[in-house]
């Protein structure tokens, strides 16, 4: 920059107050980075049920100081059980516990999702260098050669904010995804996702507790339909997520449902399991929808995507509000390193992604297929899942839950990312 140009400013202008943009809030913060988020929401509270945070995740959330309000309110499985639903026969244990925490270096956690959303609010609105408005729109952006100038409607009025770069983090219906030509909103998987939040010491949970470990996570694999369970709210409810094909929702996020569709689609399981949903009563119903990972993520002259907005996945790998935590984390440092040129840094930021979530969708579409599976090739697979020790089971998840942001950050150097497109 010669001496005569006009200085960049150093504020960060985030669209979202997610996971994601509350994290990337935070982080940016956390480098020197003035930050202003917006929420189009008048009240910043996540919807959803539990989430499960595996170590690649938590490992980011301790750098950035949240564990500490995670404490009350998460759980530390001590394995992830995979279970036939038409018998409740157990086909194979994942080890996680103390075991996940010493392979990995960081705690596998199962919580509520307000719970976390809760946590990076109060981190993020006690940092003097973020300001955080609610009722607020991030309506368009223009770049030039000094950053973006951004349009917020706010109250009725609109203005305009000079920033550094625009991170939107507007979720799966992104409004901001046509500032780096991505195309058009989300699109709907095929498949719906049921779920429900009840207490640990209820009538419907003791109907099946032998096959409901408090200290667990619990899937039931069924050809057409899998159940997920495990504890949230510091063990005092039980989280159940059940996932189905069915017909597109619409736009909406959510409804209710009676557990009779969800019934219907387990046909064939234990009559004890089918009973235990009946016995929930009124489900809430999310149409899962997509978002293509190959699509534009950013814009060289200052915006960028992350999270949802960027590549909202099927939940098959558990790993939505994760991939999240890492995009806003890499982000913040490749802008921290190369803050005089952000083209440079986007790309670099892009070049790490995309080839991490391209393995995450992957292993989602295998686990999809696995837990699916029907006839001869269920018969394998539960055949080849108990004949396989613990040890290797959590082996196969090292790229996984072992991957470290700063690590990926260090194998991609800072002049990589600024010699590609130029």
Request: charge should be positive; include cysteine.
């Amino acid at each position: 920059m010669s001496s005569g140009a006009a200085p960049r400013s150093r504020q960060i202008v985030i669209a979202g107050g997610g996971i994601a943009g509350l994290t990337a809030a935070i982080a940016f913060a956390a480098k020197g980075f003035s930050v202003r988020l917006f929420e189009r929401v008048a009240n910043l509270e996540e919807v959803g049920a539990g989430l499960q945070l595996s170590p690649n995740a938590t490992r980011i959330l301790a750098r950035l100081g949240i564990p500490e309000h995670l404490r009350a309110a998460s759980i530390r499985p001590e394995a992830v059980l995979l279970c036939r639903a038409s018998d409740l026969r157990r086909i194979a244990r994942v080890p996680l516990g103390a075991q996940a925490t010493a392979r990995w270096k960081s705690p596998y956690l199962v919580l509520h999702r307000a719970d976390l959303h809760a946590a990076l609010f109060a981190v993020a609105s006690k940092m003097p260098d973020v300001e955080i408005v609610t009722g607020a729109t991030v309506s368009d952006a223009a770049m030039h050669a000094q950053g973006v100038t951004v349009a917020v409607d706010h109250e009725g009025r609109s203005r305009e904010i000079d920033s550094l770069l625009l991170v939107a983090a507007d979720g799966v219906w992104s409004t901001l995804r046509k500032l780096v030509g991505g195309a058009g909103a989300g699109s709907f998987s095929g498949r719906i996702a049921w779920r429900a939040t009840v207490r640990a010491d209820g009538e419907a949970v003791a109907m099946l507790a032998d096959h409901l470990p408090r200290d667990c996570v619990s899937a039931f694999l069924h050809p057409r339909a899998h159940l997920v369970s495990y504890p949230v709210r510091g063990g005092s409810s039980i989280n159940l997520a059940a996932f189905t094909q069915g017909g597109a929702q619409g736009a909406s996020w959510s409804h209710s449902s009676e557990a009779r569709p969800l019934i219907e689609a387990l046909s064939g399981a234990a009559p004890a399991l089918l009973d235990f949903i009946a016995a929930i009563g009124s489900w809430t119903v999310w149409p899962i929808h997509t978002v293509d990972p190959r699509s534009p993520w950013i814009n060289p002259r200052g915006a960028v995507l992350i999270g949802d907005a960027a590549h909202a996945m099927t939940p098959f790998a558990a790993q939505g509000a994760a991939a999240a935590i890492e995009d806003a984390y890499v982000l913040a440092a490749a802008v921290a390193d190369q803050p005089d040129d952000i083209g440079a840094a986007l790309r670099r930021y892009e070049k790490i992604r995309r080839e991490r979530v391209a393995a995450v969708a992957r292993r989602g579409a295998f686990n999809a297929f696995t837990w699916h599976a029907a006839g001869p090739i269920g018969f394998g697979r539960d055949l080849v899942l108990g004949l396989l020790p613990s040890g290797k089971l959590a082996s196969d998840l090292d790229w996984l839950y072992g991957w470290d942001a700063d690590a990926a950050l260090k194998a991609v150097p800072v002049s990589a990312g600024a010699a590609q497109s130029r």
